[in-house]
């Protein structure tokens, strides 16, 4: 059974840091694009970050571009969000995605507030 289930969220203060993860299971996860989405309050799911496979490429959300960094351990099965400089409108439920199977976690949430 595929699944994909994230950690690492929590609540930090204005300009401060949290690494998310998400690790995966059930299909073969080195052969997938990975995303990360949020959804922040009264507003619609966003795509945030994306890996590629092959390659390894990332694209970023223009509003997250030079603090958030998306990265993968295909040993591990996992995929990470690394949120640097974090801002109030940061706060949301963050979700992990793999694209290619409609699959999705169950979402961690993030709480950016002094």
């Known amino acids: 059974q595929r699944q994909l289930v994230e950690s690492g969220g929590g609540l930090v203060q204005p300009g401060g840091s949290l690494r998310l993860s998400c690790v995966a299971s059930?299909?073969?996860?080195?052969?997938?694009?990975m995303a990360w989405y949020r959804q922040g309050p009264g507003k619609e799911r966003e795509l945030v970050a994306t890996?590629?496979?092959?390659?390894?490429?990332?694209n970023y959300a223009d509003s997250v571009k030079g603090r958030f960094t998306i990265s993968r351990d295909n040993t591990k099965s996992t995929v990470y969000l690394q949120m640097n400089n974090l801002k109030p409108e940061d706060t949301a439920v963050y979700y992990c995605?793999?694209?290619?199977?409609?699959?999705w976690g169950q979402g961690t949430q993030v709480t950016v507030s002094s």
């Open positions: 995605s793999a694209p290619a199977y409609n699959l």
């Open positions: 059930g299909f073969t996860f080195s052969w997938y694009t």
């Open positions: 890996i590629r496979i092959p390659g390894g490429s990332t």
